[in-house]
């Protein structure tokens, strides 16, 4: 089947990354979410993230107009469906969300129309068995930030076709991105391991064996990771990783219980970079 028309619901921090690759991949993006706020921030970080791109001489002045002429933006999920060939899914964490969002897509969106999650934790085969497309229904996990990340995890469901898994990964592809495939099982391969080594850096830090600035250089220097883990949650999402967090404990036990500070920084609406405050503090202004 031939990807012309792609529909990303929900416009946070990973939508709006998704969809810019979707629209300089070639592909008409139709970026819906129910917040307008979240639809205008989206448009402003994707406009910097194009323009990024023309000083980086990645993409030319040319390719900004024609990317941008094929991206909308709508409040109406029935809109954002009703032509797309894929749709992938980027809304909150949450397992009953993610069903009322693709129970509403599988309603509708064309007979033919792939349904894909960017969850970085859950079960794209619950998600699934709760369309009348299991088939068409696969995992497709982004990586933050979108446009420089080079993965996307694919998942397949226990009844995802081999029609279905091929659409995502040529899509994937054509966003210019390289794939994995992966067998469904909580976390799947990044995740798991991202969540465990960021569970416990934060462990480290509330049990005060450094700073996070000292946990963070000494596993960039000495373990050569590109980002700390404690900066990486920061970008992630503190709110984000929390129900990571939470779903791989109810999932796989123990060795994934939320590190209490995560539970606290997020009740105390320290979110990370998108609110300016997480693990580090993003406002103030540089020394
Ligand atoms: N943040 C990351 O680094 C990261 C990386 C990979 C995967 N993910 C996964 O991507 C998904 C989205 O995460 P995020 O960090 O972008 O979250 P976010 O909180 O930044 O954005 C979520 C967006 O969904 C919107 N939304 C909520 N309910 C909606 C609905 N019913 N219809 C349409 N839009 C709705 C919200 O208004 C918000 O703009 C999650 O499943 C998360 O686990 C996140």
Redesign the pocket.
Known sequence: MRVNNIAV???????RGIAYAAAVGGFRVAL????QA?LQSALADIEQNLAQAVARQKLTEADVRAAMARMETTTS?EQAASNADLVIE????KME?KV??FQQLDAHCPPHTVLAT????MSPTEIGAATKRADKTIAM????PVPKMKLVEIVRGLDTSDETYAVARSVAEQMGKETVEVNEFPGFVTSRISCLVGNEAMRMLQEGVASAADIDKAIKLGLNYPMGPLELAD???L??RL??MQYLHEKLGETYRPAPILEKYVKAGRLGR?VGRGFYDYTAPKA
């Open positions: 619901i929900g416009a946070g921090v990973m939508g819906q979410d129910i917040s979240a999920l980027a809304v909150l964490e969300l009322a969002v960017n969850t970085s934790t996990h982004f990586f933050n970008l992630v999402g709110d984000t129900r990571n998108k």
